[in-house]
C-alpha cells in the first residue's frame, strides 16, 4: 500500500511538472504571437507607426524577453531551451536595431525582405522549440 502511495504521488508530481511546463510555453507562444502582430500591424500600415505602436512594438517584445527569463529549462532540455533564448535574442535584436528604423524611414521592401526572410526563419524555429519544450 505504502509503495502504491508513493508511486501516485511521484506520477502526480511528475504530470504536475509536465502541465507547468507546458503552461509556460503556452504563455509565452502567445507573447510571440503578440510582440508579431504588433510589428506586422506598424509594418503594414503606414498610419500605425507613431509613438504609441513604436511603444507596443517595444512592450510586447520585452514581455517575451521577461517571459523566457522567467522560465526555467525543463529538466534534460537546457540545450532546447538555451537555443530557444539565442534565437529570440537574435530575433530581437535585429528587429529593433534594423526593421524598426527600416519601417520607420520608409523602406518597406527591405523591411519586408528581412521580415520575409530571416526573421520568419527564426520565428518558425522560436514556435518549434517552444512546442518540443512544452511536450
Do not use: Y
Not at 536595431?97 to 524611414?105: A, D, F, G, K, Q
Request: charged letters at 30%; hydrophobic letters at 40%; aromatic letters at 6%.
Amino acid at each position: 500500500m505504502k509503495k502504491l502511495l508513493t508511486v501516485s504521488a511521484l506520477s502526480f508530481f511528475v504530470l504536475f511538472a509536465v502541465v507547468v511546463h507546458a503552461g509556460e510555453f503556452g504563455d509565452l507562444k502567445k507573447k510571440i504571437s503578440d510582440a508579431r502582430e504588433s510589428f506586422v500591424a506598424m509594418l503594414k500600415n503606414p498610419d500605425k507607426r507613431g509613438e504609441d505602436q513604436q511603444k507596443l512594438v517595444k512592450d510586447t517584445a520585452n514581455a517575451v524577453s521577461a517571459t523566457i527569463a522567467g522560465i526555467k529549462a525543463p529538466a534534460g532540455k537546457e540545450a532546447q531551451f538555451k537555443e530557444l533564448a539565442d534565437t529570440w535574442s537574435a530575433f530581437k535584436n535585429t528587429r529593433e536595431t534594423e526593421l524598426v528604423p527600416m519601417v520607420l524611414s520608409g523602406k518597406q521592401e527591405d523591411a519586408e525582405k528581412l521580415a520575409g526572410g530571416i526573421q520568419k526563419e527564426r520565428l518558425k524555429k522560436i514556435n518549434e522549440i517552444c512546442d518540443a519544450l512544452g511536450d
